[in-house]
């Protein structure tokens, strides 16, 4: 297919379920906040709001924000078509002057944040979303269902990267995920270091590399396993990877090497005790002459399955479950808060910041914040510094946000592969403990400072 065809055929496939509108990936209050603000006259005063999370997952070290290109998109695909407003007229959810509104909404504010692929901490400004309160209160739910699901697939991805060091690890849950959340969790796990996806709509939508050989069942259709791997080796030649755990092990590898040869790519194990058998299988292909045979290991894995299999001669990952279910942390507890907002509608009025005070740890720190990553003397971050007010001229090197919605018009869209090279630089820059699978607070602190 040539580059004119495959743009073509890119273009009559769908790239998400919401390649179309986004406007009702939202909350019934969202729609009811707005007919009553434009009721009182408030909805047209200049506000701010804030995604932040006031903890990470218990035991976590760093958070990983992922999805910030998928907000993009969904923020310029928010708009209600006549299908939406007919739909939102007859279930009543909003009177008639509320639907002219929806009608011509287009969000025209200004959007900054944190960079996709940055790692962050507890009060971490990820996001800041400024425009009138009825064009930003809109976009809460849909923002906040993108960055919880994808933050959190990239927090287990980068720990199970950071476990798997140089070895290769393959993203490969699709079946264990709702169909659409398992392309942007292949999405989110390339961004923070994995290798390559089974999720070929992944692969179609986001350029990311995918691999599959086959599974169980092609051995168990063939009379033998001998004739299984010939066929196999026949359609996909020698550099594939054969699967040899169907019966016996060491049988499966020693006919493996005989129909394929010393060259045979590589052999995947996919249940029994990994770190034994990978030395066992080991051993046999060395002295079978596979010696560049590899070893693929797969089975409900995790980061700490990974870490255990570090002295194993294992050679690459396949994870699935785990992955992309956050690893026991499917969200990130991310909010979508007003830190300020203008005391009339006036252009010029000025920002008041505001807050909720309430029990429970529910609490936040109005004002826009700026944020910046202060390093050590060795250039290793020692603290995260949130403020409000001015920053300091000697954190300006060190600052998070940047440009990502001007005016309405998005300006901070970047290739996926810009957001996976700055997470590995910005996860190095921690300090080592980091990466460390124990359970423990923050590896650097958050300094609030309020101007």
């Known amino acids: 297919m040539d580059a004119q065809?495959?743009?073509?055929a890119q273009s009559a496939l769908p790239t998400s379920p919401t390649a179309g509108s986004t406007a009702l990936l939202t909350d019934r209050y969202e729609l009811t906040m707005l007919q009553a603000a434009l009721r009182s006259g408030a909805a047209h005063r200049r506000s701010v709001f804030e995604v932040f999370t006031r903890r990470l997952p218990d035991g976590r070290r760093y958070g990983v924000l992922a999805?910030?290109?998928?907000?993009?998109?969904?923020?310029?695909?928010?708009r209600f078509g006549t299908a939406q407003l007919d739909w939102l007229s007859d279930q009543q959810v909003v009177d008639e002057a509320t639907l002219a509104f929806l009608a011509d909404y287009r969000f025209g504010g200004d959007i900054h944040g944190y960079p996709e692929g940055e790692v962050y901490f507890p009060g971490s400004p990820l996001l800041t979303v400024e425009g009138t309160f009825a064009e930003a209160v809109l976009l809460e739910t849909v923002i906040l269902s993108i960055l919880n699901h994808d933050s959190a697939i990239a927090a287990a991805a980068s720990r199970m990267t950071a476990a798997a060091g140089e070895r290769p690890c393959i993203e490969m849950g699709a079946r264990r995920a709702h169909e659409w959340s398992a392309v942007s969790a292949a999405r989110a796990a390339y961004i923070a270091g994995f290798a390559a996806t089974s999720d070929l709509q992944a692969g179609f939508a986001h350029g990311i590399p995918t691999t599959g050989t086959a599974a169980h069942a092609f051995t168990l259709l063939h009379d033998t396993e001998r004739d299984a791997f010939s066929a196999q080796l026949a359609s996909m030649g020698t550099g594939t990877t054969l699967l040899v755990d169907t019966y016996d092990l060491a049988e499966a590898v020693r006919t493996a090497v005989e129909v394929a040869g010393p060259g045979l790519g590589a052999v995947r194990i996919d249940s029994g005790d990994l770190t034994l058998l990978a030395h066992r299988v080991r051993r046999q292909l060395d002295e079978l002459g596979a010696r560049d045979t590899r070893i693929i290991v797969t089975s409900d894995l995790d980061e700490y399955a990974i870490a255990a299999l570090a002295a194993a001669p294992v050679d690459g990952y396949g994870v699935g479950t785990s992955l992309v279910t956050g690893s026991g942390h499917p969200t990130c507890a991310m909010v979508y808060k007003l830190v300020a907002?203008?005391?009339?509608?006036?252009a010029d009025a000025p920002l008041v910041p505001?807050?909720?005070?309430?029990?429970?740890?529910?609490?936040?720190?109005?004002g826009r914040k700026w944020a910046?990553?202060?390093p050590d003397a060795d250039g290793?971050?020692?603290a995260e510094v949130v403020g409000t007010g001015p920053r300091p001229a000697e954190l300006a090197p060190h600052a998070l946000q940047v440009p990502l919605v001007k005016g309405g018009e998005v300006v901070g869209r970047e290739p996926l592969a810009a957001a996976r090279a700055r997470h590995l630089r910005s996860?190095?820059?921690?300090?080592?403990s980091a990466t460390q699978l124990s359970k423990g607070e923050p590896v650097i602190a958050t300094e609030l400072r309020l101007g």
């Open 5 to 8: 065809a495959f743009v073509a």
């Open 341 to 346: 907002r203008a005391g009339s509608t006036a």
């Open 354 to 366: 505001v807050a909720k005070r309430s029990a429970g740890g529910k609490t936040s720190v109005g």
């Open 427 to 432: 996860r190095a820059a921690l300090p080592l």
């Open 372 to 374: 910046a990553r202060r």
């Open 380 to 382: 290793v971050a020692e």
């Open 67 to 78: 999805g910030t290109g998928r907000v993009l998109d969904a923020v310029q695909n928010f």
